[in-house]
T-cell receptor, first 113, second 112 residues
Framework: DSGVTQTPKHLITATGQRVTLRCSPR?????VYWYQQSLDQGLQFLIQ???????AKGNILERFSAQQFPDLHSELNLSSLELGDSALYFC????????????FGQGTRLTVV | QKEVEQDPGPLSVPEGAIVSLNCTYS??????FMWYRQYSRKGPELLMY????GNKEDGRFTAQVDKSSKYISLFIRDSQPSDSATYLC????????????FGKGTKLTVNP
């Protein structure tokens, strides 16, 4: 167990809908990262927050947004969902920068039908 | 050209074999190199990281980085069925963005 908790584990929703994925980082970790994993693209970095502030952005679609709250948990919001958004979404946290020890959660499997 | 290339396999070996997993990369600015292991339906788990060039050993695992060739390797000695998983290499710049750039992973099966 990495100490990173993601909910829900599975999510099935229809195209056009909006969902929220939640992540609780390891106790004391200030950095939270979101990654998308699909069969054809592999693990792709979406966004990083550090102590509540957006730190880095990757290939995150405009339909996607994230935030980190004062208690350090993070949420990833996905809207106007398309079939191609079906993937595993992972949250990771790390205690420090440089990020050489990222601890990943179990992921949320999103299926858009 | 993708930033990080990794042969997806699958790779199947008998128990006790030495396994060699590799990645190549194109960005010479990468300074941190990691190997993650991902079991089916689980999140990636960090195995080892190396800063810049050189070797690092941890039990049955050895990581090597050859920056001149832009090539990294993970060796697993005395492989066990419990090593069956997908192995992902990841890299990061020094300074700047904290994002990890991953290879697509190599699926390894160790047969008893």
């Amino acid at each position: 167990d990495s100490g990173v908790t993601q909910t829900p584990k599975h999510l099935i929703t229809a195209t056009g809908q909006r969902v929220t994925l939640r992540c609780s980082p390891r106790s004391g970790d200030l950095s939270v990262y979101w990654y998308q994993q699909s069969l054809d693209q592999g693990l792709q970095f979406l966004i990083q927050y550090y102590n509540g502030e957006e730190r880095a952005k990757g290939n995150i679609l405009e339909r996607f947004s994230a935030q980190q709250f004062p208690d350090l948990h993070s949420e990833l919001n996905l809207s106007s969902l398309e079939l191609g958004d079906s993937a595993l979404y992972f949250c990771a946290s790390s205690p420090r920068e440089p990020n050489t020890e990222a601890f990943f959660g179990q992921g949320t499997r999103l299926t858009v039908v | 050209q993708k930033e990080v290339e990794q042969d997806p396999g699958p790779l199947s070996v008998p128990e006790g074999a030495i396994v060699s997993l590799n990645c190549t990369y194109s960005n010479s600015a990468f300074q941190y190199f990691m190997w993650y292991r991902q079991y089916s339906r689980k999140g990636p788990e960090l195995l080892m990281y190396t800063y810049s060039s050189g070797n690092k050993e941890d039990g049955r695992f050895t990581a090597q980085v050859d920056k001149s060739s832009k090539y990294i390797s993970l060796f697993i000695r005395d492989s066990q069925p419990s090593d069956s998983a997908t192995y992902l290499c990841a890299m990061k710049l020094q300074g700047g963005s904290e994002k990890l750039v991953f290879g697509k992973g190599t699926k390894l099966t160790v047969n008893p």
